[in-house]
Every structure is written in C-alpha cells, then in structure tokens.
C-alpha cells in the first residue's frame, strides 16, 4: 500500500506461503474491521509475520490478527512514524523469536511510531521480550482501553515491554500475564510511565515484578488505578524498582490501590532496589 493508497479488511482471510508478511503498507493507509490476518510465516526476513506499517495508519476496530509468526513482531511490525490506532478486533496467538509476539516497534528515533490502544483484545502471543507488545520509540504508548492478558515473555514484559518510551495507562486491563522480570509490565532504559487507571492484576513473574518492573534510569507515577493479586517468585510482587540515584529515576505512588499481591522474597507489594523513590 503506497503512501495515497487505502486498504479496507472488512471479510475474508489473507493466509500467504513462502512470503515475507501478508501485508506491506508503505505511508499508505489500512483500515481492518472484520476478516483474519491468519498463519502468516515470515522465514525470508526479520519483520512482520501478518503485517508492516512502514509510516501511514494502521487502524483496527475489528476482525482477527493471529496465528502470524517472525522474528519480530509476529502479529505487527510499526516504523517510520506509523500511527496505530486499535479500538477493536483481536491481536491473537501470534509468536516472534526476538522481541513483539502480538506488536513490535523496535525505532527509538523519529522513525518510531505512536500506538494507541483504546480497545480490543491482546492476548496468547509470545516472545522472548514483549509476549504482548514491544515497545521502543521517542513517541507514546497509550493505553485507554482494550485488554491485554495471557501474552508470555521468555524474559521480560509478558503483557508490555518499553524501552526509551513513554507510556500512559489511563484505563484498560493488563491481566494473566507471565514473563521472567514485569510479569505485566517491564519499562528498561530511559522509560516515563504514567498509571493514572487501569487494571493491573493476576500477572506472575519468575524472578521479580509480578506486575511492574522498572528499572535503569526510569521513571514510574502511580496517580490511580489497581495493581492487584500480581505474583512474584523473587522480588516485587506488585512492583518491583530499580533505581540507580540521582534526578532520571524515581518511583512516586500518590494514587490508586496496590493490593493483594504476593512475593517469594521481598516486597509483597512493593520492593524498592536502590534509591531517589517517594511514596
């Protein structure tokens, strides 16, 4: 799809062999609301098993995105600026070998794309980092809404991974999620989170932050929303930090209810690991 192009889903299923990606969008615009993006397998290159949004609009308010498997981003890959607009549909069952099992945007620069997120569902896609979604990008991850549970991550972020982002949770559910670290959620490396709503609950962790694990030079804001029944085998069943001092790292809880989480080690609900934090 080239950048005056338009591409309407509303039916059917796109099902590719020996291809790299269902679907390539270059500036251009997709919309899907109804239809299956299913059992697309990208062996030829390293992105995209159902679809690439190289800039342009992807917008999804229905249909089904799954079964989809790459390197990275086996549901979707974003770069070059792409807006993601998800309100609807399903992100399912998808795998990738690095890094985005459901969605991927692995561009820091201008190049990184802003995916918003207000609705639909996320769920049983794997990865290694990011089971639901991978997140690296000067612009915002925005939770609104939608759903995100049962995503695993062989390390970190079973439902999200951010890295050098900024993300805001205003509503939304982050359930039943599993990973290694941030069995929820696990922000690394120059990350802003914001949780101002939403549900944070059920999420195990192997090693730390059953639900939220931030850590080097990160900033966490809790202002509302639940972090609950999260569970870790280590430390931090609600969250866990890692701070390492000074004014670019903090954890600041002046809102919202952190409860009924549980920890093999420190910090049933909390767990602070360095310092520069304020509760």
């Known amino acids: 799809v080239g950048e005056a192009g338009r591409l309407w889903i509303n039916g059917g299923k796109i099902t590719t062999e020996d291809s790299e990606r269902a679907i390539f969008s270059r500036g251009g615009v997709v919309n899907i609301d109804g239809g299956a993006i299913t059992k697309n397998h990208n062996d030829i290159t390293d992105n995209a098993g159902g679809i690439w949004a190289h800039g342009g609009e992807l917008n999804i308010s229905g249909g089904s995105i799954d079964h989809n498997s790459a390197k990275y981003g086996g549901g979707i890959y974003t770069t070059l600026g792409a807006i993601v607009n998800i309100s609807g549909g399903t992100i399912a069952y998808n795998t990738a070998a690095i890094a985005g099992g459901g969605i991927c945007n692995d561009h820091p620069s201008y190049e990184g794309s802003q995916i918003i997120v207000e609705g639909g569902v996320i769920d049983h896609n794997s990865a290694p980092n990011g089971g639901g979604i991978y997140y690296k990008s000067a612009k915002s991850l925005d939770i609104s809404g939608g759903t995100i549970f049962n995503n695993t991550a062989d390390e970190n972020g079973g439902g999200i991974y951010v890295t050098n982002s900024t993300m805001n949770i205003k509503r939304g559910e982050i359930t039943s999620n599993t990973a290694k670290t941030g069995g929820g959620v696990a922000a690394r490396t120059w990350c802003t989170i914001d949780l101002s709503n939403g549900k944070i609950e059920s ?10 694990a931030v850590d080097d030079r990160s900033t966490l804001n809790v202002t509302g929303g639940t972090i609950k029944s999260n569970t870790s085998k ?45 509760v």
């Open 203 to 212: 999420n195990t962790a192997e090693t730390s932050g059953g639900g939220i």
């Open 234 to 278: 280590g430390d931090g069943g609600g969250i866990v930090f890692t701070g390492v001092g000074g004014t670019y790292s903090g954890l600041y809880v002046k809102g919202g209810e952190i409860s009924e989480n549980t920890s093999a080690r420190d910090g049933g609900g909390v767990a602070v690991i360095g310092d520069h934090y304020q």
